[in-house]
């Protein structure tokens, strides 16, 4: 009788391939033993790997860190783990991290359900999915990130009164995310999908979507 294999979990990210330039390489060197977080070690509060500790907001795909820097730099007192499997995108958000003074950026090279399973309930003030992967075609739907179990795993990881923020450009996209989101008890959608906040960032992802006749479309749920 030959050995059953345990199912693979979907895969939700295309992974990437693009040159790391040598000051993302070196601050990969030099900043990811003490900025970086393993997923396999990582700690059940991500507070504690800020001094001070404080709250924080862990970003689900954080491609090239732009919207990452803009948003720590805005909010200093809070603390944000920025997690990709894109390591050139890690690298150029960490040397940006350094040459801003930023001790509010941490950084996770793998995969964010990972992480996620590890963490405490409560322990997180938000969750941010900005434009992950749409997955085009009907029968890859299923590889979305906003999926039921993803939401309902965020909604136990945030304190009462955080937020799960996701942004796409697909519309048929924004109205799963609506569905799903609406259907978990423990979160408030408010308003629904709405325009993108003037006080979010935009990502060069989202320069390309609205160059190509793409708006953005916001929704922000709120651990009720």
Known sequence: MSERHPSRPIRTFHPRRS???????????????????????????????????????????????????????????????AVDVHTPGIGALLAAAERDSLGNV?????DAVELMDRLAP???AGIRAYFPDP??????????????ALVRRAAELLAVGG?????????????????????EPALDVGPGLVPRPDWRPVTGYERRGVAAGRPSIDLIATRV
């Open 19 to 81: 040159r790391t330039t040598p000051s993302a390489a070196s601050a990969l060197t030099r900043l990811l033993p003490g900025w970086g977080i393993d997923v396999a070690t990582a700690p059940a509060d991500l507070g504690s790997e800020f001094h001070p500790p404080r709250p924080v907001v862990l970003e689900i795909g954080s491609g090239m860190g732009e919207a990452t820097l803009a948003m720590a730099k805005a909010d200093l007192d809070t603390g944000i783990v």
């Open 106 to 110: 941490r950084v996770c090279i793998g």
């Open 122 to 124: 409560g322990s997180l």
């Open 135 to 148: 997955w085009p075609k009907v029968r890859h739907h299923k590889r979305r990130l906003i999926q039921p």
């Open 163 to 183: 937020t799960l923020h996701v942004a796409t450009d697909i519309p048929d996209y924004a109205r799963q995310m609506l569905e799903v989101c609406s259907a």
